[in-house]
């Protein structure tokens, strides 16, 4: 089945220490997105890419960094994580401009 | 004010109850109205959408939007326990952004 893959699904990292969260899609979608979802919260994007084009939203911090090394796959970088930061990190994909979003199962990080 | 917004709940209803779902909008400007269900620890999945006003049917869900009054709801006819999830809205404008707002979600629970 095409679908959106979320590595790993569970991350524990130390204030500070740089973490890299994975996606991979097989949904061949030229469109990926980070979100960042928080208890009772909504999705907040963090950045997409548009193809190879890339869109950071205005308040994201410089903490986060993204990268898209090919189609399939996409990068989150977060070079120095705080208690802050620590959430849901969720990837979706899309075709172009189409609203339909497919998510991928999410990636939960502690912040110890 | 939220552009989006979405009781969190917890809804909490018997099994085989009709469940209404709200959210209410500011911005005019959204054409696109769609609802996400969100299991445990999992990525939203596209449940439904409609297009500008009117209603939707598949199955035991209904969407509604109102225009008028910037409200949509989702109905959930003979509810089941496996529609315990987190149901959240998303809307998005035409021909401009393509990219969603989402609601916080409301957590429903449908006891047997």
């Known amino acids: 089945d095409a679908m959106v893959i979320q590595n790993p699904r569970y991350q524990v990292t130390q204030f500070g220490k740089p973490v890299t969260l994975s996606c991979s899609q097989t949904?061949?979608?030229?469109?990926m997105y980070w979100y960042q979802q928080k208890s009772s919260q909504a999705p907040k994007l963090l950045f997409h890419y548009y193809d190879k084009d890339f869109n950071n939203e205005a308040d994201t911090p410089d903490n986060f960094q993204s990268r898209r090394p090919n189609t399939s796959f996409c990068f989150l970088d977060i070079r120095s994580p705080g208690l802050g930061d620590a959430a849901m990190y969720l990837c979706a994909t899309s075709v172009d401009s189409s609203y339909e979003q497919y998510f991928g199962p999410g990636t939960r990080l502690t912040v110890t | 004010q939220k552009e989006v917004e979405q009781d969190p709940g917890p809804l909490s209803v018997p099994e085989g109850a009709i469940v209404s779902l709200n959210c209410t909008y500011s911005n005019s400007a959204f054409q696109y109205f769609m609802w996400y269900r969100q299991y445990s620890r999992k990525g939203p999945e596209l449940l439904m959408y409609t297009y500008s006003s009117g209603n939707k049917e598949d199955g035991r869900f209904t969407a509604q939007v109102d225009k008028s009054s910037k409200y949509i709801s989702l109905f959930i006819r003979d509810s089941q326990p496996s529609d315990s999830a987190t149901y959240l809205c998303a809307m998005a404008s035409s021909g401009g952004s393509y990219i969603p707002t989402f609601g916080r979600g409301t957590s429903l629970i449908v006891h047997p």
């Open positions: 949904l061949n979608h030229n469109v």
